[in-house]
């Protein structure tokens, strides 16, 4: 073989592997990893943590509502020991990403395309956090690099919750909504607490100052606990917490991504009415939490005419 | 000073000795200040979960389920009066630093057992292969600070493993337990068993964590 031709070959596989790293993934892994990934932590631990705690108490009460499917005769029990359990875990949260698969190994069997719109998403929200909270440019400079991220985010389409505005009734209006909230409402506060959580740190971070950004993720954190102080009274939430509400000065710098955040938690509430309601057979989980997952990806299902981002 | 110089001329390599050792001692008091002593890592063997429910899953059928319960004892003296720790330096193209390892033995009260189908089987003891990561300077949830790696062994009251310690010249198999439970745990504050695996007369399957509520049998 001419060395011409070995020449030729070697770029054209460099170009094809160039070409593949570049390309958005299936799978939901970023890579290569953001330089902030994670940074939020090194400067804020405590509330780090507490991410990681809410993904744990996340999966595990999915976890046990699919197990214990059909076999609750107390519900008001079940909620107690899961709220005392998951309580433990955020007094005493891990200090690393914990996989769910770790935790919730038949939900996440169950739930495949669910859990892969809600990984991806995760990585979003966590890179987000990290850039507020190291970027040294406090303007355009932060703004184009969460923009390039949510650019990022957005590229892998098989695994994107769209950023339209959709009305609440994506979230109760199916016919085996709002089962987890009558039966489980204190846990669903606790559910939208974390919620209320993740978005108000958005809003703490836009704080110009570094020390008025500290005081003010401190507040969150300290508000978040007394929310948990006394369930269901101390969590006074009517409906879920939206992030345009709660951070409007996030939201009016970056406008399209609140949606893609609600959109998100909104998923969280019905993967929460599917494993609840006994009007989902447990034939028909699957098939559900695929379908209702393609409505959290396409713009049109559900599209809000109230959308912020659309008014031009 | 003449003579010193005169020494230096006739050790080419005593300068590069000199700077090894400053970077050795430097990396021990290192290890003295910061890195914890051995009976530190005796409380990860003490927190290992009391009771886990498990299941292998098998397609077309049923799983396979199991479970454990167990208490602590005391540690396998006189080896294991304190966990064993032994620092190896990081190689490139790993941050500098040194991982830390530990090794645990603890026997298990009479009553434990794991609960393989209609078999009650008595766990003896834990032993415990662990990491501290901690030393490597790479602060990053996504690598966990601590590996531990828990064997819940069952049938061997003298802890004599996981290797024949004597062979082949004691003949048999180069391994000594045929029957345990193998978990990873990557974070000492929730303890969370990952990575199972049932070793069951030698035969391996691998296994999922079932938290359905309680730690109550299924």
Not at chain 1, 93 to 120: C, G, M, R, S
Not at chain 1, 290 to 306: E, G, I, L, N, Y
Not at chain 2, 131 to 144: K, Y
Request: with cysteine.
């Amino acid at each position: 073989m001419k060395i011409s031709n070995i020449i030729r070959i070697f770029v054209l596989s460099f170009l094809v592997s160039a070409g593949a790293m570049n390309a958005a993934s299936a799978e939901p892994v970023w890579y290569p990893l953001p330089p902030e990934a994670y940074k939020f932590g090194q400067r804020y631990p405590d509330a780090q943590n507490l991410l990681f705690a809410f993904d744990y108490g996340h999966a595990l009460v999915y976890e046990r509502l699919l197990l214990r499917r059909g076999t609750i005769p107390n519900p008001e029990a079940f909620e107690k020991q899961l709220i005392q359990d998951v309580l433990k875990i955020l007094k005493n949260p891990p200090h690393i990403k914990v996989e769910e698969q770790d935790i919730a190994p038949n939900y996440v069997f169950t739930f495949p395309l669910t859990v892969n719109l809600f990984d991806w998403s995760h990585m979003l929200h966590q890179f987000v956090l990290d850039i507020l909270a190291t970027s040294v440019d406090r303007g355009d400079g932060m703004k184009a690099r969460v923009n390039e991220i949510f650019k990022q985010y957005k590229a892998n389409t098989p695994v994107v919750i769209t950023d339209q505005c959709k009305t609440m009734l994506f979230m109760d209006g199916h016919y085996f909504s709002k089962a987890f909230r009558s039966q489980y409402p204190s846990f669903n506060l606790l559910i939208w607490s974390y919620h209320w959580f993740q978005i108000k740190l958005y809003e703490a971070l836009m704080k110009p100052a570094q020390q008025e950004r500290d005081v003010a993720v401190n507040k969150v954190t300290q508000k978040f606990w007394d929310l948990l102080s006394n369930l269901p009274d101390s969590a006074d939430f009517d409906m879920m917490p939206e992030t345009a509400v709660e951070a409007p000065t996030f939201a009016a710098m970056f406008p399209r991504i609140p949606s893609a955040f609600d959109n998100n938690h909104m998923l969280h509430d019905i993967t929460s009415d599917i494993l609840t309601s006994d009007k989902v057979s447990r034939d028909q989980i699957r098939t559900e939490a695929v379908r209702v997952s393609r409505m959290d990806q396409d713009p049109a299902a559900f599209k809000s005419a109230k959308c912020p981002a659309d008014k031009p | 000073m003449k003579e010193r110089k005169k020494i230096m001329r006739a050790h080419p390599g005593f300068i590069g000795v000199l700077v090894i050792m400053g970077v050795c001692s430097a990396r021990m008091a290192r290890a003295e200040t910061i890195a914890p002593s051995a009976p530190f890592y005796r409380d990860f063997t003490m927190k290992v979960r009391k009771v886990a429910n498990f299941k292998v899953p098998v397609p077309g059928s049923a799983d396979f389920s199991f479970h454990y319960e167990l208490d602590q004892s005391t540690p396998l003296l006189p080896t294991f009066a304190d966990p064993l720790l032994s620092d190896l330096p990081s190689v490139p193209p790993e941050p500098q630093g040194y991982f830390r390892k530990f090794w645990d033995k603890v026997l298990l009260k009479d009553g434990s057992y794991v609960q393989l189908g209609d078999q009650k089987i008595p766990l003896t003891c834990i032993f415990i292969s662990g990491q501290d990561n901690r030393f490597l300077g790479v602060p990053n949830p996504l690598f966990p600070e601590y590996l531990i790696k828990v064997y819940l062994v069952a049938n061997d009251y003298t802890c004599t493993g996981p290797v024949n310690p004597g062979w082949p010249a004691t003949g048999s198999k180069k391994e000594t337990w045929d029957t345990y439970i193998y978990y990873e745990v990557r974070d000492p504050t929730i303890m969370l068993p990952t990575e199972v695996k049932l070793r069951y007369r030698w035969a391996e399957y691998t296994g999922v964590l079932v938290d359905n509520g309680g730690g109550a049998p299924l």
